[in-house]
């Protein structure tokens, strides 16, 4: 069984800094794409960043790549992301999801592609 678990949220200052975690179980990692994806109350659901478990390419887009960034642990079973400078506009909740394939590709998966969820973990910033 899949099982995705994120941590790391909280409420922050703006200009704060989180690492967000998400523990990964129940699957190959390196058969699978993990991507973190935000929905803020009012938006849709956002993809953030992802990373190629087979290779550790990497993949975050444009708007949050010089504050956002994704890694994972050397037992491949922690996926991180570090999310620098938050504004309020960052608030939202963050999930990890992972898809099942071998090359990322240097770009994004839509939230639609994505085989398997965590619950999420809210991150609020305050002004």
């Known amino acids: 069984e899949v099982l995705l678990v994120e941590s790391g949220g909280g409420l922050v200052q703006a200009g704060g800094s989180l690492r967000l975690s998400c523990a990964a179980s129940?699957?190959?990692?390196?058969?699978?794409?993990i991507g973190w994806f935000r929905h803020a109350p009012g938006k849709g659901r956002e993809g953030v960043s992802w990373?190629?478990?087979?290779?550790?390419?990497?993949y975050t887009v444009d708007d949050l790549k010089d504050r956002f960034s994704i890694s994972t642990d050397d037992a491949k079973n922690t996926v991180h992301l570090q999310v620098n400078s938050l504004k309020p506009e960052d608030t939202a909740v963050y999930y990890c999801?992972?898809?099942?394939?071998?090359?990322?590709?240097?770009?994004?998966?839509?939230?639609?592609?994505?085989?398997?969820w965590g619950k999420g973990i809210q991150v609020t910033v305050s002004s």
């Open positions: 129940g699957f190959t990692f390196d058969d699978y794409v």
């Open positions: 990373i190629s478990g087979r290779d550790g390419s990497t």
């Open positions: 999801a992972v898809v099942r394939s071998w090359v990322l590709g240097g770009t994004f998966r839509p939230y639609y592609s994505m085989d398997y």
